[in-house]
C-alpha cells in the first residue's frame, strides 16, 4: 500500500511540474542593455521597433512594446500548393534587472489557417444538404472574425536585428 501511495504521488508531483513548465512557449531573442535608465530604454526601443512596425500604443508605466501584425511573404503550403498569408507578430520587453535593462524581443510567425479550415471541411456535417443556418457558419461575422491564424515559427533573424539596434543605439560610443 505504501508503494503505491508513494507511485501515485511521484506521478502527481511529475505532472504538476510539467503543468508548469512552458518549454512550448519560446521567450525569444535576449540581451543586456547594461545599465542605462529604462525610461531611455523604453523610448528607444520604440524608435527601433517603429521602424520595423506599426506599433500600438503602449500604456503608461508599461516596459512592453506590441507590433500590429504585418503581412510578409512566404513559400507556398506543401498540401495545399497554394499561398496563404503569412504574418509577424513582435513583442518587445524591457525588464530591470539587478540595475541593469534586459530586452526580449519575440517575433512569431503566423499563417492563416481559416482556408485550410474551409477547403477540408471542418464543419462535421456530413449530408450533403446543408442544415446550419448563415449565423452557424460565418455570414453572421466579419471576414476579420472569421480568419484563424496559427503560430508557425520564429523571426530570430529579425528578433537579433531589433535587439542589436537596439544596444546599438543606446550605446553609440561603443560603435566599431
Known amino acids: 500500500m505504501f508503494r503505491h501511495c508513494l507511485f501515485v504521488l511521484t506521478g502527481v508531483v511529475i505532472s504538476a511540474a510539467l503543468i508548469g513548465c512552458k518549454a512550448d512557449q519560446p521567450t525569444g531573442t535576449r540581451l543586456s542593455l547594461g545599465d542605462v535608465p529604462g525610461d531611455d530604454a523604453l523610448t528607444v526601443a520604440r524608435e527601433v521597433m517603429s521602424k520595423h512596425f506599426d506599433l500600438k500604443p503602449t500604456e503608461p508605466g508599461a516596459m512592453t512594446i506590441v507590433a500590429l501584425p504585418k503581412i510578409v511573404d512566404a513559400k507556398a ?89 537596439l544596444y546599438r543605439a543606446m550605446h553609440p560610443d561603443k560603435q566599431s
Open 77 to 165: 503550403q506543401r498540401i495545399l500548393g497554394g499561398k496563404s498569408p503569412v504574418r509577424q507578430v513582435a513583442t518587445l520587453r524591457l525588464q530591470a534587472q539587478s540595475g541593469y535593462v534586459v530586452a526580449n524581443c519575440l517575433v512569431r510567425l503566423q499563417r492563416q489557417g481559416s482556408a485550410t479550415y474551409e477547403q477540408f471541411g471542418a464543419s462535421g456535417n456530413y449530408s450533403s444538404i446543408p442544415n446550419d443556418t448563415p449565423s452557424q457558419q460565418t455570414a453572421a461575422t466579419t471576414p476579420e472574425q472569421n480568419e484563424a491564424w496559427e503560430t508557425r515559427g520564429r523571426d530570430t533573424a529579425l528578433e537579433r536585428e531589433i535587439i542589436e539596434e
